[in-house]
């Protein structure tokens, strides 16, 4: 493979191929939410948190992602409240980590706020159409932390399971079965936290609240639940998040046991997700289904260029697919971004 036009530009149609082969999992990513809001096109959560409109990150916050070496605001964040706790303890002012807290996780909710397609404009055909497709596989991965997944599961929720249990759904290992379509978020979510004690817990509201109470717990004024999603960083500082979380840990070990058929469907698999590009290719699927959007013939070949040396040397039987004609790249799913 030297050059990507070794590669044609034509592109399969969903419809037949899935006739013809069953595809067990399907892995989501960045751009199936932007085929319904385009604006979830941004490069990074970290950059917009910079320049947000409203009380943005200062030099103070950012010394404080400098230190850790990362741009990841739930590691960040839960540096903070240890550490605050900890000065507390110890009898010593916890004013410092506490305000810096604060701060960063006020710009992280005003940065979610100013990206986030508003409740009001989600069609419930478009999250019916979502559920319907998700609900075709057994497993479904998505490393996208937004709620249109969440929104969708809500719009029939017998359909779908987040694994997700009791009055304060949970997250508990020993429950991880389901007798329907299980839905795992290998980066977290926005309705998701971490509880003191290092589990996951989810958080529940009725229709679109959940964005606008986003990471407040009563008031922001409080040591409340860290967010539990990986937003940045590089795919070694991802895998640390990961690893530190049960849950996390469980979705990707279910990702490295995807031996099955794949539909990998919005997921450009870059240097930063290389976490994601190990587990697949420790996991060999049979076959691995590809979307990709028909910009023009050189990017779809360039496209199946990149694909190809991802699963190189994997003997997985890599098909490609025109994006438009899966049911989550459907035309009819865009919302116009508001000016």
């Known amino acids: 493979m030297t050059d990507f036009q070794e590669f044609d530009a034509r592109l399969e149609d969903w419809n037949a191929l899935r006739a013809t082969t069953p595809f067990s999992g399907l892995l989501v990513g960045n751009g199936a939410s932007r085929a319904v809001w385009d604006d979830f096109g941004y490069d990074s959560l970290f950059e917009n948190a910079r320049t947000v409109e409203e009380k943005p990150l200062s030099q103070s916050e950012l010394s404080v992602f400098d230190a850790m070496q990362?741009?990841?605001f739930e590691q960040v964040l839960s540096a903070l409240k240890t550490t605050s706790r900890?000065?507390?303890a110890l009898a010593v002012s916890s004013a410092a980590p506490r305000n810096r807290y604060y701060a960063i996780k006020e710009a992280l909710i005003n940065t979610v706020h100013a990206v986030h397609i508003p409740w009001r404009l989600v069609q419930a055909s478009s999250l019916a159409a979502i559920n319907q497709e998700l609900s075709t596989y057994p497993t479904v991965f998505t490393t996208n932390y937004d709620l249109l997944n969440y929104w969708a599961?809500?719009?029939?929720a017998d359909a779908i399971s987040d694994l997700f249990h009791g009055t304060e759904?949970?997250?508990?290992?020993?429950?991880s079965t389901a007798d329907k379509t299980r839905l795992l978020y290998l980066?977290?979510?926005?309705h998701l936290v971490r509880n003191q004690d290092?589990?996951?817990?989810?958080?529940?509201s009725t229709e679109g609240t959940l964005l606008g109470s986003f990471a407040i717990n009563n008031t922001i004024k409080t040591l409340d639940d860290v967010p539990l999603f990986v937003s940045e960083g590089s795919s070694e500082d991802k895998l640390k998040t990961i690893r530190s979380s049960d849950y996390l840990s469980f979705c990707y070990d279910q990702l490295l046991k995807q031996s099955n058929?794949?539909?990998i469907f919005g997921h450009s698999l870059g240097k930063q997700d290389a976490h994601i590009v190990h587990a697949l290719r420790q996991a060999k699927p049979k076959t691995v289904a590809v979307s990709i959007y028909p910009r023009s013939a050189a990017f779809i070949q360039s496209q199946k260029r990149h694909y190809a040396k991802v699963f190189e040397g994997t003997g997985v039987d890599l098909r490609f697919f025109d994006s438009k004609s899966h049911a989550l790249g459907s035309p009819k799913l865009s919302v116009p971004v508001e000016v």
């Open 169 to 175: 759904p949970s997250f508990d290992l020993s429950a």
């Open 187 to 190: 980066h977290g979510g926005l």
């Open 86 to 88: 900890v000065n507390k």
């Open 198 to 204: 290092g589990t996951a817990r989810k958080l529940t």
């Open 153 to 156: 599961i809500q719009h029939q």
């Open 70 to 72: 990362t741009r990841s």
């Open 261 to 263: 058929a794949l539909c």
